[in-house]
């Protein structure tokens, strides 16, 4: 009911900087929160960043304010900007999406497919 559609990853050298952007497209009523999630080879999936209607944000972690997550509402995206990258961030990172879709308001969650970020260092 509510696709997602990523782009932005990518190869970069240790230290450098990717952008990753989401679209979400479809029956939505509302968007409670949009956000990231990142899974590495052997480790679960983990929060990276999300951005709640409310102009709230939240980080994983291990961010330490090298990301900066940022919405358009009226073109229902969600971006990334990743500064400061190292190895450690190499996964496939994951847009989500939490909130409700026509015509009844309910509750929908979706995934996006995917978009590999690799560091080398």
């Known amino acids: 009911q509510v696709q997602l559609v990523e782009s932005g990853g990518g190869l970069v050298q240790a230290g450098g900087s990717l952008r990753l952007s989401c679209t979400a497209s479809g029956n939505i009523a509302s968007t409670i929160r949009m956000g990231w999630y990142r899974q590495a080879p052997g480790k679960q999936r983990e929060l990276v960043a999300i951005?709640?209607?409310?102009?709230?944000?939240d980080y994983g972690d291990f961010v330490k304010g090298r990301f900066t997550i940022s919405r358009d509402d009226a073109k229902n995206t969600v971006n990334l900007q990743m500064d400061k990258l190292n190895p450690e961030d190499t996964a496939v990172y994951y847009c989500n999406f939490v909130g409700t879709v026509h015509p009844l308001g309910m509750a929908a969650t979706s995934w996006g497919q995917g978009t590999q970020v690799t560091v080398s260092s």
């Open positions: 951005a709640t209607s409310y102009g709230n944000t």
